[in-house]
């Protein structure tokens, strides 16, 4: 596991919340709070990650090294070890943003 993050809120609020978790090879899988299932149709809008971009870190053979939660759990933000961060809608599985800073991250 590369990184993990949580968010109370999840996708839309509700109970128990969403974790996001990121492998060494890129993918991105997004849990149940409670059940560390998939989440509900309720809180996400696709059924199958093929309809997200959720694959892009994976693609494009970037090492995740932290994630975060926006404070009402709508977005999250992905930086790799490259120095670019990626922004998904949680709701949507969609990328919204990237942000290449080109400072590699440092591991301590």
């Known amino acids: 596991m590369a990184c993990l993050a949580y968010s109370e ?3 839309t609020g509700g ?4 974790v996001l978790s990121a492998d ?3 993918v991105i899988e997004l849990w149940d709070g409670i059940t560390l299932g998939r989440p509900a149709l ?3 809008r696709w059924s199958s990650k093929t309809q997200t971009d959720l694959f892009t870190l994976a693609k494009g053979k970037r090492l995740p090294c932290t994630a975060v939660f926006a404070p009402n759990g709508e977005r999250v933000a992905i930086r790799d070890t490259g120095g670019k ?4 809608d949680v709701a949507t ?3 919204v943003l990237e942000v290449d800073d080109g400072a590699a ?3 301590a």
């Open 105 to 107: 991250a440092v591991a």
């Open 42 to 44: 309720d809180r996400v």
């Open 93 to 95: 599985g969609k990328q």
């Open 24 to 26: 060494v090879k890129g």
């Open 85 to 88: 961060t990626a922004v998904f």
């Open 9 to 11: 809120t999840g996708a």
């Open 15 to 18: 109970g128990g919340g969403v």
